[in-house]
């Protein structure tokens, strides 16, 4: 069967939330990366099929933000778009969605990626106040008009946060930091630990500025121009763990943790990537960056999501027969650096394997060396929605700049499951 | 129609424009006769079956054969009767507007009961007559007063706005806008409940609010055309003294205007300026009947240079719909580029020129790029990299090998040899120069320059790129300077010299904006920038030999900094502030005087030497076979450095002053100042023979 190739990817810069990016909605966000990739890669654009976005928060101005970012771009009208949402693997799921439609026969020429404006999650009303709103508005008389405005209390006017709340499984009510805290004490993770990893992941982003600097493309931000944005800016040189061990855990005050230092940033991005099918590309005379070997989504207790990747790993096996110790290189999304430790330790377990999930061995030691080695989300940030394809395509160029042959690409999501990606060097 | 209802449609045969000729008008009227004597008849509806015309005006054509008073008249009250006819029908009437609906098609409008209009884009309204020097005469200037009010009513005529359906609304022009599907419909709906109740503004029509309002436009009028222009004043006059009388009375006002003013030569010279224009957009370097060369439209375009030329390239084509790729090699200066852009299509939305939808969608088609990126299905590259031929031949090199065969490849050079940058290439016959004005999106004018390799078709791709984004060609062959910045040259180093020869900055400037200029010539230098001037002096003064006198002050004004406006400093000093007031003249200049004979030149004499220096260069330019007709000098300077619309050009000036006088003059100068003042041999040849460069009809 035809097999996808991912010929080109370029993304934003990933900003913090409230900074360089702030202005840009996702649908902005999402036109630079898009409208940029097809410029660099000079494909015909009569020749997409299909454009598949992840973003996990939706502008409301702009639903279907990948048929918006499409047309936005310059993509010809004919050529349909789709959003997807499988939370922080929203971004994978437009990759594997597209590797689906080419094994279908269902079109050969995709853009994908994401994008993700965390500055602009809206702050809601409660369902409470808004049906207050809803009589005001429809009142006719002044004294109806009196009686809906007296309705209203002060709580009413308090919003929900909305971020806060995209961050909560409903599920088993923990916020997403409470299940790291959960993970990592399972596994024993101390504090130490986690603030050591995310300090290498620092010094590791810090490392790869010019090789990450290849993925990036400028922004010219709108609406004023007044400034290029060119560099993560969520990097720190002085994130080392002295100073990480100063901060408060946020999510179990007293015996937490898990810190904002040794957590993923809450960033705005957006990643575009020009996928294909490989007979098209080589038609074409594209030179792809790589091929999609395989993947697999996993699911499990919500309350212990940042062990996805375990699950999602041991599941892809099973249909690549690719294990860890295939891989040249591994990325783990750096949600939190307790969640990924955890991954580690569950992963050599052979416990964890008999008894959760159902194999006979433990699914193997990932080294450290092979693993994040140009930082995670802890430095560059987490726009939850475009961060898949963002690990996609830098593990595909550093696997170019290694001449190296296999990446496994894995992440953790929200509500319990984990996604993994094989990606190979043709 | 159904119910009594008449529907008249002006659909003129073998044409694209409905216009109001004697033969339309004398139809018309022929219909009106009919419709007034049935009485059955309970409603008019005027439209129009063109796809985007109502009506575009009177027969210009027609119009400016007239020349005898009496004719005029007639011909004036002859439109007035007719449309008097559908004023006075006793059922309604209503114009239901799809397209330019302008002057002479406006005025029938307003004589309907009620107006209705599509909110499509070719919907234009307004009454244009005063940009041609004449005014409203066919009840225009009588009944939109009574309709909208004094005040707005003068805006609308003294702008000669063409006003978008929407701003139409507003402004009451129309009593409704819909979609063009409902017009009919709706007009329909119109004719049976009768026209919308108005409010009276019978109070702001009193006499000393009357003549007080009419006090404050003629100030404004005065203001912005130097008294240059009777029309707009006489409108003033019209309206003012129309309101006090009856409609019948005012509309012998307007009669009698008319009469006077198409015979000024003002107006005579503004109606050629109009056949130039529409001569423009129609131009084309390949024989009739041939061929149009593929592709036909450009698509997709790459600007190089993101400085102030290169970005308002880059603006203008992506609001006329082109994708644009805007390539510089440092990211700062592509950030300000679409800076620049971003600003220029907000002020466009401001002025309503666009709508917010249009203006993003536009901005959404510039790509910008400060790597190298494909060239691969581009139509055309428009070079705007600084003035250096190495950096242009390098640019043209890279290009011709990234760029399809197909793409015509463009140099927005303003000082250096097309062909020179084409040399060497291996498909030279590609190149051609497109030369825009500075500000683009003010500028119409867009010099097309003929390299020595240039094809015909690829000269003629150039035209009709820029017949897309609107812009008017003139087609000139590669010479040094092309034909505006090499006549400007000598003008603007006269107006130099006059002033470091004692000549006062602000006499300098007066004496040219009296002429006519819309700025004086060393205003024009701090607009331009010193360090620009000096540059292309640089490269186009060695063609000019002995003809450009030496300014030592622009060598100086550019090490100390004052480069004029963007710098705030120059001949003037500019405040920070957004003041109406006019800049001072700077004082600090005037150790670069360094002599006194021209302290006490008059002003005329100033504007003299100047002038004769711009129509000695002008017919240079004919003599080099730069252009071939005088049309396309006098047309390319006032569209490209405004040259006071009303005297036709600096050709057509010549032939006002007449040609021997202005060789004698020149001469005159010659021997008592400089020799540059001597005349071309092209002058001395038609001053022997007597000729002009126009028959003395035109």
Known sequence: MERMVIIDGVRTPFSKMGTDLAALGAEELGRIAVSTLLLRTGIDRELIDEVILGCVSQPADAANVARVVALRSGIPQHVPAITVHRNCASSFESITQADEKIRAGRGSIFVVGGTESMTQVPLYFSHRAASKFAKLGSAKTLGARLRAITSFRPSDFKPKVGLMIGLTDPVSGLNMGQTAELVARESGITREMQDAFAARSHQRALDARERLDKEICPVYAPPDYRKVVTEDNGPRADSTPERLARLRPVFEKGSGTVTAGNSSQITDGAVALLVMSESRANELGFEPLGALTGYAYAALDPARMGLGPVHAIARAEEQTKLGVGDADLVEINEAFAGQVLACLDKARSDDYAREVLGRDRAVGEIPEEILNVNGGAIALGHPVGATGSRLALTSLLELRRRDAKRALVTLCVGGGQGGALWLERL | ?698
């Open chain 2, 1 to 698: 129609m159904p119910d009594g209802i008449v529907r008249l449609t002006f659909d003129r045969p073998d044409s694209a424009a409905n216009v109001f000729d004697r033969a339309t008008i004398g139809e018309l009227e022929l219909r009106l006769e009919a419709i007034a004597a049935d009485k059955d008849v309970r409603g008019v509806l005027f439209d129009s079956a063109k796809p985007s015309i109502f009506i575009a005006g009177a027969d210009l054509e027609e119009l400016s054969a007239l020349t005898d008073p009496d004719d005029i008249r007639a011909a004036v009250e002859r439109g007035q009767r007719v449309f008097d006819r559908i004023a006075k029908l006793p059922c309604t009437t209503v114009a239901a507007i799809h397209g330019a609906c302008l002057g002479g098609g406006f005025e029938l409008a307003l004589a309907c009961d009620a107006r209705i209009a599509s909110d499509d884009r070719a919907t234009k309204i307004g009454l244009p007559e005063v940009m041609l020097g004449i005014l409203p005469a066919w009840g225009g200037s009588t009944r939109l007063p009574r309709l909208i009010g004094m005040p707005q009513a003068l805006a609308a005529i003294l702008q000669g706005r063409q006003h978008p359906a929407k701003l139409a609304k507003i402004r009451g022009l129309v009593d409704r806008v819909v979609p063009k599907e409902h017009l009919h419909r709706l007009a329909i709906d119109l004719l049976r409940t009768g026209p919308p109740k108005r409010k009276s503004i019978r109070l702001a029509h009193l006499k000393p609010i009357a003549k007080f309002i009419a006090k404050k436009a003629t100030d404004q009028v005065l203001a912005t055309t130097g008294g240059h222009y009777p029309a707009p004043l006489r409108v003033i006059e019209v309206v003012r003294d129309g309101l006090a009388v009856s409609e019948a009375e005012s509309q012998k006002l307007e009669a009698d205007a008319a009469v006077d003013l198409i015979r000024t030569d003002v107006s005579k010279q503004l109606i050629r300026v109009f056949f130039l224009q529409e001569r423009a957009k129609k131009c084309s370097v390949l024989p009739q009947g041939a061929p149009t060369p593929e592709p036909e439209r450009v698509d997709r375009m790459v600007v190089l240079g993101a400085g102030v030329m290169g970005a308002g390239i880059a603006q203008w084509s992506s609001a006329r719909g082109i994708e644009v790729i805007l390539r510089d090699l440092d990211p700062e200066r592509v950030r300000a580029g679409m800076q620049t852009i971003a600003s220029t299509y907000k002020s466009a939305v401001k002025k309503r020129k666009l709508d917010r939808v249009a203006a993003q969608a536009g901005l959404d088609r510039v790509f910008p790029s400060a790597i190298d990126v494909p060239f691969g299905d581009v139509d055309l590259v428009v070079e705007a990299a600084v003035e250096k031929m190495d950096v242009k031949r390098t640019i043209f090199a890279d290009l011709d090998e990234a760029a399809r065969p197909a793409a015509i490849l463009a140099t927005n050079t303003s000082s250096l040899s097309v062909s020179d940058v084409a040399e060497g290439l291996d498909h030279p016959q590609r190149v051609v120069g497109i030369h825009f004005f500075n500000p683009v999106a003010r500028m119409q004018l867009v010099e097309v320059v003929r390299g020595k390799a240039t094809s015909n078709e690829v000269l003629e791709r150039a035209v009709r790129y820029v017949h897309q984004i609107g812009k008017l060609p003139v087609v000139v062959a590669d010479a040094p300077g092309f034909v505006v910045n090499r006549i400007l040259m000598p003008y603007l180093f006269e107006a130099v010299h006059l002033f470091e020869n004692g000549a006062a900055i602000e006499s300098v400037d007066r004496a040219m904006t009296q002429f006519g200029m819309p700025m004086g010539p060393l205003r024009l230098l701090d607009e331009v920038g010193l360090d620009v001037a000096a540059h292309v002096g640089d490269h186009v003064g060695p063609i000019f030999g002995d003809r450009l006198p030496t300014c030592p002050s622009m060598q100086a004004m550019v090490d100390a900094g004052w480069l004029g406006r963007k710098a705030g400093r120059g001949f003037y000093v500019y405040s920070k502030k957004k003041t109406k007031k006019d800049p001072k003249p700077n004082g600090a200049l005037d150790r670069h005087v360094t002599s006194k004979s021209a302290v006490t030149l008059p002003v005329d004499e100033l504007a003299r030497r100047m002038t004769l220096l711009m129509i000695n260069e002008a017919a240079r330019c004919l003599e080099e076979n730069v252009v071939e007709d005088p049309r396309d000098v006098d047309f390319a300077m006032i569209m490209g450095t405004g040259f006071a619309p009303f005297r036709g050009g600096p050709l057509r000036h010549a032939d006002a002053i007449g040609v021997a006088t202005a060789v004698e003059a020149l001469r005159r100068l010659s021997n008592e100042v400089s020799a540059r003042f001597e005349p071309c041999d092209t002058l001395v040849r038609m001053a022997k023979e007597s000729r002009s460069f126009y028959p003395s009809d035109s």
